[in-house]
């Protein structure tokens, strides 16, 4: 199947890549003409510009945008519709905002080209192992794009059936859904994020209060002076806690067990913060998604105003001296 990639980044190009490698005709592009020439050396047809992407696609064409979210990604989608025409699809497969979807399908859908919204997961590992994706569209697009979407799914691999499953449509096991309307796939993958963001933390959480076993405040007796790659690797085989995120933290401890590469300034990508108020608008409570990403906002400063704030506090309604429980007062 013929379709067009633009954005190559570290997503885009690996979805270009396993693309071609199943056997579809791509054409890419990207404002790094390095990363379109890379891609050509692929095999990829190279386009300049969007005009030359719309001139190299045979009608009804089919454009996957894998941009940022926001304005590089409405900018783009607005100036592919100018150059698309009736029957045509442009599909969003990157981190975008569901109600953005619900308003840009509306609007395509006046010039009678299709709209898809793809939530893919999979990050740099996507272009061997195979992307996670959530679709959100009309049922017979969706069923149009079929094999780009098989291709880039990871399959059947060696994951066990779930036990009592029953239905004939196999695309969750194989590694996508057509979750709904315009909207739903962003959507799904919207909260899949929200998620990671409560299971990342949750980690985070355990590891460091393994790693503070051996603080010099506590009896010395109570102290572990803990192995943690070994504690992530042997929770890797068999642990109720096993997890892709858990098989990354074991790689990460591999390559430097102290982490000291890493500052801890952790960023949001804004998927959390739209979980976070999706559930308020639905009046669903969200303690630990919410919590992750109050812990991300946390780390990026070494102590926030308002925690001098809370300092001030102790000190004027109690005398209390920073620091001084943690130096083993019992005042």
């Not at 100018?82 to 969003?92: A, C, M, R």
């Not at 500052?263 to 959390?272: Q, R």
């Not at 999706?278 to 400063?301: D, M, T």
């Amino acid at each position: 199947m013929q379709i067009a990639v633009i954005g190559l980044g570290r997503m885009g190009g690996n979805i270009s890549r396993r693309l071609m490698k199943h056997g579809h005709d791509v054409v890419a592009f990207d404002r790094n003409q390095d990363a379109v020439a890379a891609l050509a050396r692929d095999k990829a047809r190279p386009a300049k510009n969007l005009e030359e992407v719309a001139k190299l696609l045979t009608p009804p064409r089919a454009a996957w945008v894998m941009l940022p979210a926001g304005g590089p990604t409405e900018t783009t989608i607005t100036e592919l519709a100018k150059l698309f025409q009736q029957g045509d699809i442009i599909i969003d497969g990157g981190n975008s905002f569901y109600k953005d979807d619900i308003r840009r399908a509306k609007e395509l859908r006046a010039k009678n080209i299709a709209y898809v919204d793809v939530g893919t997961s999979g990050g740099i590992w996507g272009a061997d192992r195979g992307y996670c994706m959530m679709i959100g569209g009309e049922k017979d697009i969706v069923e149009h794009l079929d094999p780009i979407f098989s291709a880039l799914a990871p399959g059947l691999g060696d994951i066990e059936r779930t036990p009592g499953r029953k239905t004939g449509d196999d695309r969750a096991e194989r590694g996508y859904i057509h979750a709904g309307p315009a909207g739903a796939g962003h959507f799904v993958k919207m909260v899949h994020n929200g998620i990671e963001y409560g299971l990342m933390q949750a980690y985070a959480e355990g590891f460091d209060i393994l790693r503070g076993k051996s603080a010099g405040t506590l009896p010395e007796d109570e102290r572990y002076d803990l192995n943690l790659p070994d504690i992530a690797e042997v929770w890797r085989r068999g642990s109720v806690i096993s997890s892709w995120l858990l098989d990354l933290a074991a790689m990460a401890f591999a390559e430097d067990p102290d982490l000291k590469a890493y500052e801890g300034f952790v960023d949001d990508s804004g998927e959390a913060r739209w979980t976070i108020n999706a559930a308020i608008e639905e009046a669903v409570s969200a303690n630990v998604l919410s919590a992750s990403l109050f812990a991300r906002f946390r780390s990026r400063v070494e102590h926030s105003f308002g925690e001098k704030l809370l300092s001030a506090l102790r000190s004027k309604f109690g005398g209390h001296i920073e620091g001084q429980l943690e130096k083993g007062s019992k005042s």
